[in-house]
């Protein structure tokens, strides 16, 4: 059964082989990578990862894919964010207190994840129909340095704020296992929404999704 899972889950769920010293290690992203066995890294290359943590991720993605296959977002129980604490790129610092009482939408990417480049364009679109709503949306960029992610920008501009979690912490905090992953916050900064692996953000459905969490009071003109 296990076997099967893993299956299953080729295009939905990344090994994860490396990072960064503190001992959360990834090596995949989102719901397209092409990647071996999860399982075959074990014993050297999940250095700090258990078994626990591996399983659960191979369980949630399983869960998350008839709603990736829909379009829509997978409801999670309501819990508080993780704050944090980010630079953007021009060294302004972002944390999460400065959205509290909107929607946000924090999406976890990096440059060398092929689902994220897809998806990221989506993003950019779905921003400009979201933005005069009053939901907020951020990108922060997982490992990549500064000149990395300009130069990514580059090629994929992004017009929402983007920041920069160099070791990682904030991403391991939120729980991130694979990229490309979102989560989307209600104006009590509760997590409310999980995806992992890409989406159409500018789909019909999963906007009306998004803006069904912003009353019309807090909408902007």
């Not at 889950?9 to 992203?29: A, I, K, P, Q, Y």
């Not at 014993?43 to 829909?70: D, R």
């Not at 990395?148 to 991130?176: C, M, N, T």
Request: some cysteine; proline content about 5%.
């Amino acid at each position: 059964m296990l076997g099967e899972m893993v299956d299953r889950n080729e295009h939905s769920f990344n090994s994860l082989s490396r990072f960064d010293h503190t001992g959360w290690t990834v090596d995949g992203c989102g719901q397209a990578a092409q990647v071996t066995s999860p399982f075959s890294y074990l014993g050297h290359s999940l250095t700090g990862l258990t078994w626990s943590i591996l399983l659960f991720a191979l369980f949630m993605s399983v869960a998350l894919k008839a709603s990736a296959a829909e379009g829509l977002l997978a409801a999670v129980r309501p819990q508080p964010a993780p704050t944090f604490r980010l630079q953007d790129l021009e060294g302004r610092n972002h944390q999460l207190l400065d959205y509290r009482g909107r929607v946000l939408i924090v999406n976890f990417w990096a440059s060398w994840c092929v689902p994220c480049r897809r998806e990221l364009p989506s993003m950019n679109r779905a921003w400009t129909a979201l933005r005069p709503k009053g939901i907020a949306m951020l990108a922060i960029n997982l490992g990549d340095d500064a000149e990395a992610v300009k130069e990514f920008l580059y090629d994929f501009p992004i017009d929402f704020p983007v920041l920069l979690d160099h070791r990682g912490r904030i991403s391991q905090r939120w729980q991130v296992r694979g990229l490309p992953t979102t989560l989307v916050l209600n104006q009590r900064g509760e997590i409310v929404y999980r995806a992992v692996g890409e989406r159409e953000w500018d789909d019909a459905v999963l906007l009306h999704q998004l803006q069904t969490l912003q009353p019309e009071s807090r909408k902007l003109d």
